[in-house]
């Protein structure tokens, strides 16, 4: 493999280290999706929560929900999610020659609980205008989380720190026919902003070796650092039936797919830039990127029936279209040559992620003892989007640099950032009215996964004929998170 073709290889990888870590899953749902939209629907896990209407959090997964209010409703609230993600493995360092590959150092390391704990808030307010028409607004967050290992992790050039923020904001309009099918559309704005972070290990094994070669220590050397942000916008529908007795509701939603431009600035120690000669000016220093990310579109079915005055079922079921998210592309748009985009650069093929669409199904169980206390229980289950099997790309990549006998290392499109795998949920909570238009909600759920095994490979060059591969190969220990969550509601 020419040195060329490896400098493309180890900056493809230094984007895929940082882009795809704002994707680990890890805690709340599938792929990197959150599902954490209200308190009320957090105790019954979200089931029929495009359905019921409790309060005014409905809009967040159904902007036909206003319609079910006669009065202006308001709901504001907030869920702790505190997810553990443990990983263990053995990491291989490779020097990778023209003459073929040779061991360097091999080392076995555990990350432990390197998911860090997040506050997700949410807020809505329904306002109806006369029998037929009404407005919602909903504010909440479908997408985030922080991942940071620790600095001496052996490969934090794969896996290191990262950070996403997103919030969607929602104004949205419903038509109600004869206070039993109502109708709502509403746009979808959509605010991310991506904090990406990825560096050689801190007392890297080999760097005495790094210093005969490079005359340097690269120890804690920065590969990438980038920061940036977008908004994007969409849309979504919904449709609410409930029967004349007011005992059932049957809702169908769908919110379109969006694809935001993370504009990023990007340092590194290490990955070089070109002048428009092609001539080599340093390395980037505030290098403008753009990353866009593909986000699934979703549509949900939920039912609810409350038998008597005591008891009442939903059940939910969510589709989520992550074969929209099929690879990651960066483009460098001022890496250019006599004027023409670097092609390598323009665009940089990063990684097939290749995730596939799944459900997750909810049942829920409520019991009112009284007009005053509401009590939930919940159980889900959650499909990964995440595949498993091994990604032949990356067993091909590491067969062109002799690995593997020639024949390429086990690779899995699970990796570090992204251990997705099949969720289950269990879930309690209640509500407590103090008065007709006050009320307060909490909720408390556990999550987990199975463990899953977890290959990488990654090539970085060292000199112009002489580069770096780090094979991790292992798995996720540990994959689990409890969430709690309060909310307060009112009605004027």
């Keep these: 493999m020419t040195i060329k073709t490896l400098r493309r290889a180890a900056l493809a990888a230094a984007i895929c280290s940082v882009s795809t870590g704002i994707f680990s899953s890890g805690a709340m749902a599938a792929g990197f999706g959150l599902q954490e939209s209200s308190t009320s629907g957090l105790g019954r896990a979200f089931a029929a929560e495009n359905a019921i209407g409790d309060n005014a959090a409905i809009l967040a997964r159904n902007p036909a929900g206003s319609a079910l209010f006669n009065e202006m409703a308001f709901s504001v609230g907030v869920t702790y999610v505190n997810p553990e993600i443990d990983a263990a493995g053995t990491t291989d ?282 009590w939930r229980v919940g159980y889900a289950y959650d499909e990964g989007a995440a595949r498993d099997g091994l990604n032949h790309d990356g067993i091909e990549e590491s067969a062109a640099y002799g690995l593997g006998g020639g024949l390429g290392l086990p690779v899995t499109w699970r990796s570090l950032s992204i251990p997705d795998a099949d969720r289950q949920w269990v879930t309690f909570g209640g509500t407590f009215k103090f008065n007709n238009q006050l009320s307060i909600d909490a909720g408390l759920a556990y999550l987990w996964g199975d463990d899953e095994p977890i290959q990488e490979f990654q090539a970085l060059p060292l000199t112009d004929t002489v580069g770096l591969g780090t094979y991790f190969n292992g798995g996720t220990t540990n994959l689990e998170a409890w969430l709690v969550g309060a909310s307060l509601n009112y009605s004027f």
Excluded: M
């Design 93 to 374: 360092y490779y020097l990778l020659t023209p003459t073929g590959p040779t061991l360097a150092g091999s080392v076995y390391a555990k990350a432990n609980d390197y998911a860090s704990s997040a506050a997700v808030p949410n807020a809505y307010l329904a306002v109806p205008f006369d029998d037929c028409w009404s407005f919602g607004l909903a504010i909440n967050t479908d997408y985030g989380l922080e991942t940071d290992f620790d600095s001496d992790w052996p490969v934090t050039h794969i896996a290191d720190k990262t950070e996403l923020i997103s919030v969607d904001i929602a104004p949205s309009v419903a038509f109600d026919y004869n206070n039993q099918f109502s109708i709502g559309v509403s746009v979808n704005f959509l605010y991310a902003d991506a904090t990406l972070k990825s560096k050689v290990p801190n007392n890297f094994l080999l760097d005495p070796l790094a210093e005969q070669v490079l005359g340097t220590s690269v120890s804690n050397a920065k590969l990438l650092d980038a920061d940036g942000d977008d908004w994007d916008y969409g849309w979504s529908i919904g449709a609410l039936w409930r029967s004349v007795d007011g005992r059932t509701r049957i809702a169908l939603s769908y919110q379109s797919e969006l694809d935001p431009e993370i504009d990023a600035d990007v340092d590194s120690d290490l990955l070089r830039a070109y002048d428009n000669a092609g001539n080599v000016v340093g390395t980037f220093h505030n290098e403008r990127a753009n990353l866009t990310l593909d986000l699934p579109d979703i549509a949900e079915f939920g039912i609810y029936h409350r038998f008597d005055e005591h008891w009442g079922v939903a059940f939910g079921a969510l589709w989520t279209d992550w074969d929209d998210f099929q690879r990651l592309e960066a483009y460098f748009p001022d890496q250019r040559v006599n004027g023409n985009p670097i092609p390598d650069y323009n665009p940089l093929h990063i990684k097939e992620e290749n995730f596939q669409s799944g459900w997750r199904y909810s049942l829920g169980l409520e019991y009112y003892p009284c007009d005053e206390v509401t």
